[in-house]
């Protein structure tokens, strides 16, 4: 381990992670049952579920940089999720499935939110990190979301910060300053984990320290490959391959 991921990894008494994307994997879910639900609608099955469900997640993007900005629209993305699939479904690229979902199925689709699957490495690298400090999620998900999330996979969080109590989304710093003052630990104590570069720029402008877990589906690949720690001449903390590498790093840390 390098002398800087121990340095700063010896001094964190928390760490929050990211959700979607960074501990569960939304998008292989969601190509997979959204093409299972399409009854066979898709031209090119595995390439239109995989663009449909990047489109769902880029209606989410949207839709936080609306609200931070002032504008309209719900904190709890359940009710976000359905709206961006209703715009979805009335376009022109996706209208022979507006036919084919009716209410109930698309209430079924939002639902998928809540059942997504983990990565493989999830699970042993919180039950490890748990050990050693708390871990808590800091998400934009709404709690009831974020709840369904930790039962279904058995997510060892001890607790949930929801954005959605906090009346904004991540990236806006009050979001980073609310879950340090919650956990009752100094911002420089507290880690953010996640796989957007974007989410750890807002966590850094806090205060927070930073840990990038590069996830094929998020970042794209440039951003992922030129991420670095500082002290490779980057600007976040520490970068590890996945939640093992960096339960493995803490404990080390600690000795």
Known sequence: MSSNAASVLRDVDAYVFDVFGTAVDWFTTLKREVARRADGAFHDKDQDAAEFAREWRKGYYAHIRTVNAGGEGSLNFDIAHRQILDRILASPRWSHLGSLWDDPARSALVQLWHELDVYQ?????????????????????????????????????????????????????????????????????????????????????????TVYVPRAAEDSQEVRESVRSKAQGGDVDVVVKDFVELATLAAEARK
Request: aromatic content about 8%; hydrophobic content about 45%; glycine content about 8%.
């Open 121 to 209: 490495d999830t699970l042993p690298g919180l039950t490890e990190l748990g050990k050693l400090g708390t871990v808590a999620c800091l998400s934009n998900g709404n709690f009831r979301l974020l709840l369904d999330l930790a039962k279904n996979n058995h997510l060892p969080w001890d607790g949930i910060l929801s954005t959605e109590f906090f009346g904004v989304y991540k990236p806006t710093k009050q979001a980073y300053l609310a879950a340090a003052y919650h956990l009752d630990v100094p911002p420089d104590r507290l880690a953010m984990v996640a796989a957007h570069k974007w989410d750890l720029d807002g966590a850094a402008q806090a205060g927070l320290k």
